[in-house]
């Protein structure tokens, strides 16, 4: 069921942006996942796509509650594909709670996701890991037990160019272990890095933590050089980094990628490079509702400065840009979304997920749609439980150009699907495509995924 909250805020984002979205081309996407509040972003490329692992906030949280992990995908860094929930709290059977910042690396075939829960035997936080044959998931523990446990929060993993595994973690300190080939044992033991002021930076005011690394890190390496991007000096937290000429060390710091800013008091970063960018990916408060425990992800794209260091990234509302176009022309699924007002997502019974909760005057924005040379038809797979109600498909706005309108019937359930057509007309070129719903009083229908004909 919608949370009465979320609604409510989302409702307070479509009156705010209807200057822009409805009268002209589309608003700005950060965060770029709406639907629900996500945390501790951790991309990964793989196979021509970004995948995004993060956290979910549970709505009107006054903690970290936090009971599973989600994964987005996107081709354009605009467009996110909900792929659910694959791994939860329950996934591991001696965990008890704290589904926390993690993140996914793939070797081999497989995909490893290492995240922070509570361990149940001793009450600490304790590293597992999941593991799967798709990025998407189901994962399941790999090992049944934690990988390590010393109370500590946060594990990023790295693969060096000699096939060399290392996981790190921690908060307060920050450590490190090798792992092996088989990434869930590692050789040796947990090995803690020396948290110096020349490798961390200095802060003020706290004598029992000299140095600014406070937690989140994310090490990787580009041209030679190892880097360690962390949430510094809590609270408010902002982002810094260090490198180093090796994956252990010595590490020196280098200054703020991201200064403290945002609505929410902590900061988690993840960098990757797609398609010839570089993308920071972070978490604020930006959503109605939202705060230091109902946080959202957002993206900006940067460039290395020529030195290899990093320039200094300031949030926006606009988040990257997009990199290329989106086909309509084959088969999209309907929790593809640059922007939203109002819908949520859930598991559909033909699986994957299907939009739901749609209201009259609910809308979804996909950006970029390269119509070509005209479409003439529009086909989506839709359910209802009520009596339905009516898809427009307008350009550029929630009340822009009309393109067509498909008539959603009532099919006696919420997941009895069925597969309904209508023609459209004046849909050339590239534009926004807004799917704007409409109907009675109350849930209207769900829709699976679409696709237009014609091109």
């Known amino acids: ?246 994956p252990t060390g010595p590490w020196t710091y280098r200054g703020t990628v991201m200064p403290t800013q945002g609505g929410s008091f902590t900061n988690h970063a993840g960098i990757v490079d797609f398609n010839g960018g570089s993308y920071f990916f972070y978490h604020n408060g930006a959503l109605p509702g939202g705060g230091g425990y109902t946080r959202s992800v957002a993206v900006e794209k940067f460039t290395y400065n020529a030195d290899g260091t990093i320039p200094t990234i300031t949030m926006t509302t606009s988040g990257a840009p997009q990199v290329g176009t989106l086909n309509p022309y084959v088969r999209q699924e309907a929790e593809t979304i640059a922007w939203e007002s109002g819908v949520e997502t859930e598991r559909a019974s033909e699986g994957g997920m299907n939009v739901g909760w749609i209201e009259n005057g609910d809308y979804i924005k996909v950006k970029g749609v390269a119509f070509g040379s005209g479409a003439t038809s529009f086909t989506a797979r839709v359910a209802s439980a009520s009596s339905g109600g009516r898809i427009e498909l307008r350009l550029d706005g929630a009340n822009g150009q009309l393109v067509g309108t498909c008539t959603v019937p009532g099919t006696g359930g919420w997941q009895t699907w069925t597969t309904v057509t209508c023609p459209v007309s004046g849909a050339t070129g590239t534009h926004d495509l807004y799917f704007r719903y409409a109907g009675g009083s109350g849930y209207l229908f769900n829709v699976n995924w679409w696709q237009f004909n014609g091109g």
Request: aromatic share 14%.
């Open 1 to 246: 069921m919608a949370s009465a909250l979320r609604r409510a805020g989302l409702v307070i984002v479509a009156l705010l942006c209807t200057a822009t979205v409805i009268t002209g081309p589309a608003r700005a996407d950060n965060p770029i996942i709406q639907t629900i509040y996500t945390a501790d972003p951790a991309p990964l490329v793989h196979n021509g796509r970004v995948y995004l692992y993060t956290g979910h906030d549970e709505d009107g949280s006054t903690y970290f509650t936090m009971k599973e992990w989600r994964v987005w995908s996107s081709a354009d860094m605009v467009n996110w594909t909900d792929h659910g929930s694959p791994m939860s709290v329950s996934t591991f059977a001696w965990a008890s709670a704290d589904a926390w910042a993690g993140q996914t690396i793939e070797r081999n075939g497989k995909f490893y996701w290492y995240v922070p829960v509570k361990d149940r035997a001793s009450g600490q936080m304790a590293i597992g890991v999941g593991v799967s044959t798709s990025p998407t998931g189901p994962f399941t523990d790999a090992i049944g037990r934690p990988l390590v446990r010393n109370g500590e929060i946060d594990p990023t993993v790295f693969i060096d160019d000699n096939g060399q595994a290392y996981l790190y973690w921690g908060n307060p300190n920050l450590w490190y272990v090798r792992l092996n080939a088989d990434m869930i044992s590692y050789s040796g033991s947990p090995t803690q890095i020396p948290l110096t002021t020349a490798g961390f930076g200095t802060r003020t005011g706290n004598a029992s933590r000299p140095t600014l690394y406070e937690e989140g890190p994310w090490v990787f390496k580009r041209n030679g050089l190892y880097y360690n991007v962390f949430a510094a000096r809590c609270c408010s937290e902002f982002i810094a980094y260090s490198t180093a000429p090796g």
